[in-house]
């Protein structure tokens, strides 16, 4: 992959930014604005159109690109609700929307959803946050670098969707880090901190198993011809696509496994660290048990006690409580109790 900046990982952001690529194979052109009307202006029908929309909360700004491109308000729901990823195909256009994931804080998924629509000449990409992964492809287009300025708007949409998935085994690979040194935690310290960091990792790979399973029937419509909107010779990109999503779906299916052969070996592990705990203890309660009986014997007050009389009474006393400990202690070693 090529070298990427940083995406914002702020919350979505109040002013929307709007960002047009215009080309072909012989002409480049790119506008950023903040009116929709300005955009809508240099849209060129003899070219590819990409139309970026950074930012969904002004309302205005939606509703006149819903205007323009005649999009159903179904899709623009779509775009501004949280949505498992899919492909659906309208008359003029078709949508596909997916998660698009950044890095891992801790053991939570940075993530956003972004949305495309495709058209004949146009793609529309909605995302949530400023900042994505595209800027590399972005550069390769002004440079006309690859095919993508021989190609049209279905193959920058396969581009685009690679860019996304070829960062999940970014983040797959995070996860796999993070297993193994929770796992190295578990074997040498198992705690309730570590407990709740596996219960975490679980809850990331089932939020990675919900963007990877729907993603993937979405990119088999594409992939079984079923959209007039990606050309037959284009099939193939958007099918290695889908075979780098099903590598992604096996690998978590392993990672799966490996979290939850983590948590039992954490049970065992806590189990077994009791068990020691007991042990010890359990010695240490057998060894004080003969002492406190003879203690006790000799804290009684009966006035009549022959032992009291005698002038190495309390040396010796002593001297049966040490012998009988460091027996006990000998015997248990003996057993390999300890």
Request: charged share 25%.
């Amino acid at each position: 992959m090529n070298p990427q900046k940083t995406p914002s990982t702020s919350t979505p952001a109040d002013c929307e930014i709007l960002e047009l690529i215009s080309y072909n194979r012989e002409l480049y052109d790119k506008y950023t604005a903040t009116s929709v009307d300005t955009v809508f202006t240099h849209i060129k029908k003899d070219r590819v159109n990409w139309i970026n929309v950074d930012g969904l909360n002004n309302q205005d700004i939606i509703e006149k690109i819903q205007s323009h491109f005649c999009l159903h308000s179904l899709l623009i729901d779509d775009v501004l609700s949280d949505q498992r990823p899919k492909a659906e195909e309208f008359d003029d256009y078709l949508f596909f929307t997916l998660k698009m994931l950044y890095r891992i804080d801790g053991t939570a998924i940075d993530y956003e959803q972004i949305s495309f629509v495709l058209g004949k000449d146009y793609l529309i990409s909605f995302q949530e946050k400023e900042g994505d992964w595209f800027d590399g492809f972005r550069e390769r287009i002004r440079l006309d670098q690859g095919r993508v300025r021989k190609k049209q708007a279905d193959y920058l949409l396969y581009r685009l969707i690679d860019i996304i998935v070829d960062n999940y085994y970014n983040v797959l690979d995070r996860i796999g880090d993070l297993i193994d040194e929770t796992e190295e935690t578990v074997y040498q310290n198992p705690s309730t901190r570590t407990f709740t960091r596996i219960q975490n990792l679980k809850k990331e790979l089932i939020f990675l198993r919900k963007a990877l399973f729907p993603l993937r029937d979405a990119l088999s419509k594409i992939v079984k011809g079923e959209s007039d909107f990606v050309k037959e010779e284009n099939l193939r990109f958007f099918s290695d696509v889908y075979e780098h999503v099903i590598h992604l779906t096996d690998s978590l299916d392993t990672y799966k496994d490996l979290v939850s052969s983590l948590t039992d070996i954490h049970i065992n592990a806590m189990n077994t660290k009791m068990n020691e705990v007991m042990k010890v203890l359990t010695v240490i309660s057998t060894i004080f048990i003969p002492l406190t009986f003879i203690v006790g014997v000799y804290g009684m007050n009966f006035k009549h006690m022959p032992e009291l009389d005698w002038t190495w009474g309390y040396y010796g006393v002593w001297g049966i409580m040490i012998v009988m400990v460091v027996g006990m202690l000998a015997f248990f070693r003996y057993k390999k109790w300890f």
